[in-house]
């Protein structure tokens, strides 16, 4: 029987379906990315001139790149150096900003799919100078709309250098800011963290900032929160401590609304050198053009004394620098409180319950802050009693003897109600109608007071319930007795005319028959 062998069946390779478009994919891949080329070789976006073009139509002067070149790889972009951009057409005027390195960078992806969108701009060594006074003739805004959408800009370690007339720049140090979703019809949202130039202090902000409108600046919304740390109060002539601040803001640009808190954990007068905790409340309104503020509503509070001040921190036409105005109102609060911070003895000179309404102006300028600070209020201080037991045992044997009991073996502790107005002007306090009134006494004065050498010279009249003999005992009494018709008021008592001069550490008083006049 003859078997019959079969040959052997060879296999062929099957192509399965999977992989038969993958050789037409890479092939559509390649002549895309062919059709990609040719389409970005004629219109890349990031050469010299369009580059510089787009930035020429959002910037009103001249741009000057020392290098430029284009990048391909890992991201499309270019690099430009050493730009500088100046103000107006005029050559000779110092560039208003300069940066060492600009890096722009984009996605191939998006320069198909989203065309005129750049993720990210870097810029390296960038320094604004903005000078004391701008021509404002020739700057000129962009009008249309630009289609141009970023990502991000970012950079660090930046300067702002503010020229002043009268005093050296104010520099304020980036230390890092990014800008992101930069379109002309949408807000921005910005990360902020800086060094302010005066008072010095690091700044941390974060909020929304737009749409931008070069047109409108005024009218440009933004809204944030913000920290202002270590705050040196020192650089302020006259006063010293280390503030810091909390708050948020909302509103445009030429009128935004901020509140939040302050403590100054160390506040001092630094004549006097005398430290208190000072904590406040705050609601302002703030002009971002020009840094004028609005306070209106600033309620603090030192030791057990609270205060509320309203005003303005404002430039006056024709002046440099900021005049700062200022309404302070104390309902309410304790004498020794407010002495504390202006005498340099180590316990104030007075006890009581005070209230107070003062105007205050503080002009800019380089005299010192009592040259220049002027002060206008009324005041009154009820209880009041001396911290010196000399003084305080003055006070209560003129009361003991103006009530005619010179005779009473004890000599009872009295306080006094003190009130009446001041004028602070070129460290000269000008009081008009001082009443200090006693049990069986009330002195009507008006007079000088030197703060800077403490001197004293006031005048007026002591009225006294009893009259003047009857203050005196034996011989005295007998000498003056002749003498009381000239001072007998009409129902009973004596009118004194009295100075007091001197010190403020070493007062002098006296009776005049001579009275100065008002």
Same mark, same amino acid.
């Given at each position: 029987?003859?078997?019959?062998?079969?040959?052997?069946?060879?296999?062929?390779?099957?192509?399965?379906?999977?992989?038969?478009?993958?050789?037409?994919?890479?092939?559509?891949?390649?002549?895309a990315?062919?059709?990609?080329?040719?389409?970005?070789?004629?219109?890349?976006?990031?050469?010299?001139?369009?580059?510089?073009?787009?930035?020429?139509?959002?910037?009103?002067? $001249?741009?000057?790149?020392?290098?430029?070149?284009?990048?391909?790889?890992?991201?499309?972009?270019?690099?430009?150096?050493? #730009?500088?951009?100046?103000?107006?057409?005029?050559?000779? #005027?110092?560039?208003?900003?300069?940066?060492?390195?600009?890096?722009?960078?984009?996605?191939?992806?998006?320069?198909?799919?989203?065309?005129?969108? /750049?993720?990210? /701009?870097?810029?390296?060594?960038?320094?604004? @100078?903005?000078?004391?006074?701008?021509?404002?003739?020739?700057?000129?805004?962009?009008?249309?709309?630009?289609?141009?959408? /970023?990502?991000?800009?970012?950079?660090?370690?930046a300067? &702002?250098? #503010?020229?002043?007339?009268? =005093?050296?720049?104010? %520099?304020?140090?980036?230390?890092?800011?990014?800008? %992101?979703s &930069?379109?002309?019809?949408?807000?921005?949202?910005?990360?902020?963290?800086?060094?302010?130039?005066?008072?010095?202090?690091e700044?941390?902000?974060?909020?929304?900032?737009?749409?931008? +409108?070069?047109?409108?600046?005024? +009218?440009?919304?933004? @809204?944030?929160?913000?920290?202002?740390?270590?705050?040196?109060?020192?650089?302020?002539?006259?006063?010293?401590?280390?503030? +810091?601040?909390?708050?948020?803001?909302?509103?445009?640009?030429?009128?935004?609304?901020?509140?939040?808190?302050?403590?100054?954990?160390k506040?001092?007068?630094?004549?006097?050198?005398?430290?208190?905790?000072?904590?406040?409340k705050?609601?302002?309104?703030?002009?971002?053009?020009?840094?004028?503020? /609005?306070?209106?509503?600033?309620?603090? $509070?030192?030791?057990?004394?609270?205060? *509320?001040?309203?005003?303005?921190?404002?430039?006056k036409?024709?002046q440099?620098?900021?005049?700062?105005?200022?309404?302070?109102?104390v309902?309410?609060?304790?004498?020794?409180?407010?002495?504390?911070?202006?005498?340099?003895?180590?316990?104030?000179?007075?006890?009581?319950?005070?209230?107070?309404?003062? *105007?205050?102006?503080?002009?800019?300028?380089?005299?010192?802050?009592?040259?220049?600070?002027?002060?206008?209020?009324?005041?009154?201080?009820?209880?009041?009693?001396?911290? +010196?037991?000399?003084?305080?045992?003055?006070?209560?044997?003129?009361?003991?003897?103006?009530?005619?009991? %010179?005779?009473?073996?004890?000599?009872?502790?009295?306080?006094?109600?003190?009130?009446g107005?001041?004028?602070?002007?070129?460290?000269?306090?000008?009081?008009?109608?001082?009443?200090?009134?006693?049990?069986?006494?009330?002195?009507?004065?008006?007079?000088?007071?030197?703060?800077? =050498?403490?001197?004293? =010279?006031?005048?007026? =009249?002591?009225?006294?319930?009893?009259?003047?003999?009857?203050?005196?005992?034996?011989?005295?009494?007998?000498?003056?007795?002749?003498?009381?018709?000239?001072?007998? %008021? $009409? *129902?009973?008592?004596?009118?004194v005319?009295?100075?007091?001069?001197?010190?403020?550490?070493?007062?002098?008083?006296g009776?005049?028959?001579?009275?100065?006049?008002?």
């Open positions: 029987m003859t078997v019959a062998t079969q040959e052997p069946v060879h296999a062929t390779p099957r192509i399965t379906s999977g992989r038969r478009w993958l050789l037409p994919l890479a092939l559509l891949i390649l002549l990315l062919c059709i990609g080329g040719i389409i970005l070789a004629f219109h890349w976006p990031f050469s010299a001139q369009k580059v510089i073009q787009s930035v020429q139509e959002s910037w009103p002067g $001249k741009i000057a790149v020392q290098r430029f070149r284009s990048t391909y790889f890992p991201h499309p972009g270019c690099v430009l150096e050493n #730009v500088a951009l100046t103000r107006g057409s005029d050559n000779s #005027v110092p560039p208003l900003v300069t940066i060492q390195r600009v890096t722009i960078q984009a996605n191939y992806h998006d320069l198909f799919l989203r065309p005129g969108y /750049i993720s990210r /701009i870097l810029l390296e060594g960038l320094k604004i @100078s903005v000078p004391a006074e701008q021509d404002t003739s020739q700057q000129t805004s962009r009008s249309n709309k630009s289609s141009t959408r /970023i990502g991000e800009v970012f950079t660090r370690d300067t &702002i250098e #503010v020229a002043r007339k009268d =005093d050296g720049p104010l %520099k304020f140090q980036i230390h890092q800011l990014s800008l %992101k &930069i379109a002309d019809d949408s807000p921005m949202s910005y990360d902020l963290a800086m060094r302010n130039a005066e008072p010095p202090g700044i941390r902000s974060r909020g929304k900032l737009g749409p931008w +409108n070069s047109q409108d600046l005024n +009218n440009i919304p933004l @809204s944030g929160s913000y920290t202002f740390d270590g705050v040196d109060l020192g650089v302020f002539e006259g006063i010293g401590g280390i503030l +810091n601040a909390t708050g948020d803001f909302h509103g445009v640009l030429g009128r935004i609304e901020t509140q939040g808190t302050t403590d100054t954990p506040f001092e007068v630094t004549r006097a050198h005398h430290a208190v905790a000072l904590k406040a705050f609601n302002a309104s703030v002009d971002g053009m020009s840094g004028d503020a /609005i306070l209106h509503s600033v309620d603090g $509070k030192f030791l057990k004394t609270p205060v *509320h001040v309203e005003g303005s921190v404002s430039g036409p024709g440099s620098g900021k005049t700062t105005s200022l309404n302070l109102n309902q309410n609060g304790r004498i020794e409180d407010v002495l504390w911070l202006f005498v340099r003895e180590k316990k104030a000179p007075m006890e009581g319950a005070t209230k107070f309404h003062a *105007h205050v102006v503080w002009p800019s300028g380089h005299q010192p802050f009592l040259k220049r600070v002027v002060l206008q209020g009324d005041f009154e201080i009820e209880h009041a009693q001396w911290t +010196n037991p000399e003084r305080q045992m003055s006070v209560n044997t003129l009361s003991k003897k103006a009530s005619g009991k %010179k005779k009473d073996p004890d000599t009872p502790t009295v306080t006094a109600d003190i009130k107005s001041v004028l602070l002007s070129n460290e000269i306090a000008k009081f008009q109608d001082i009443s200090f009134k006693v049990p069986g006494a009330e002195a009507i004065m008006h007079g000088t007071y030197n703060l800077e =050498d403490t001197k004293i =010279d006031f005048h007026g =009249d002591l009225k006294t319930e009893a009259s003047l003999s009857d203050d005196s005992s034996g011989a005295k009494a007998v000498l003056l007795k002749p003498l009381d018709p000239l001072f007998k %008021k $009409k *129902h009973a008592g004596a009118v005319p009295i100075e007091m001069t001197g010190t403020y550490h070493d007062p002098h008083f009776v005049t028959l001579q009275p100065k006049k008002k």
